[in-house]
């Protein structure tokens, strides 16, 4: 199927929990290279009609555990939770939309494409979501809902992981993606640049499971294939041993 370039195939307000405008849904394929998903999509929420680009090079590249419990924050109609939940079939994975239209299209396409290991949750993350804890966690953040939103959510979603998760998120790059990054990497202490293609940035943002603590790093080159550099940063009483291919 075709994807979209961004946001611009979304309604107005996509991240609010009750959509304008009437009901027209349309079902969609999404093929990936590993499999072919079947979306309902509707007016009034992210990406109608259309994956994005952005969610489609994230669920291409994102690396999720075969087991433990992974969440789809801001899950839209739901590509990616199914997508980490058929390739993660021991895993639960928790799929978290406060748009209420998206969230009831998430249900469909899960029972569409026969997913059983996953659920659905509508409202805000703080409040369904409780205290639970994560092994991964992934999301195409809402960047129309604004930065100190979306730093929040990403915030949120650090703090639930449990030691050596990940929380993978991407980014358009015109629209601030390398400040966003540099955002995070404030109270995530190791980011990665996992993927630069078609306009995104697709990061990675682990929570060690050991003391060693790492910050972002610029790619080494700034191209469609995956090259990226780590940059350790010193503890108090050390010294940075400086970047490392």
């Not at 494409?113 to 804890?133: F, S």
């Amino acid at each position: 199927m075709p994807i979209s370039p961004g946001s611009g195939t979304s309604d107005p307000h996509y991240f609010s929990a009750q959509p304008e405008g009437p009901s027209r849904p349309q079902q969609v394929r999404w093929r990936l290279p590993d499999r072919l998903v079947l979306l309902w999509t509707d007016r009034g929420v992210f990406a109608r009609g259309k994956v994005d680009r952005g969610t489609d090079l994230l669920a291409r590249v994102m690396r999720l555990p075969e087991e433990g419990h992974i969440l789809d924050l801001g899950a839209g109609y739901g590509p990616l939770g199914i997508v980490a939940a058929l390739r993660s079939p021991k895993a639960r994975v928790t799929l978290v939309e406060i748009n209420q239209r998206a969230a009831a299209l998430a249900e469909k396409n899960l029972a569409l494409n026969g997913v059983r290991n996953a659920e659905v949750l509508v409202g805000e993350a703080t409040q369904v979501l409780g205290t639970r804890k994560f092994d991964a966690v992934v999301t195409n953040p809402p960047l129309r809902a604004g930065k100190p939103e979306v730093l929040r959510l990403l915030r949120d979603a650090h703090e639930r992981l449990r030691p050596g998760g990940s929380l993978w998120f991407v980014a358009q790059t015109k629209q601030g993606a390398k400040t966003l990054a540099r955002e995070v990497a404030g109270f995530a202490p190791q980011v990665t640049l996992v993927e630069v293609e078609g306009g995104y940035r697709v990061y990675q943002a682990s929570k060690p499971s050991s003391p060693s603590a790492y910050r972002l790093s610029p790619p080494a080159h700034d191209t469609s294939t995956i090259r990226y550099r780590y940059c350790a940063l010193s503890l108090p009483t050390t010294t940075s041993p400086g970047p490392r291919e």
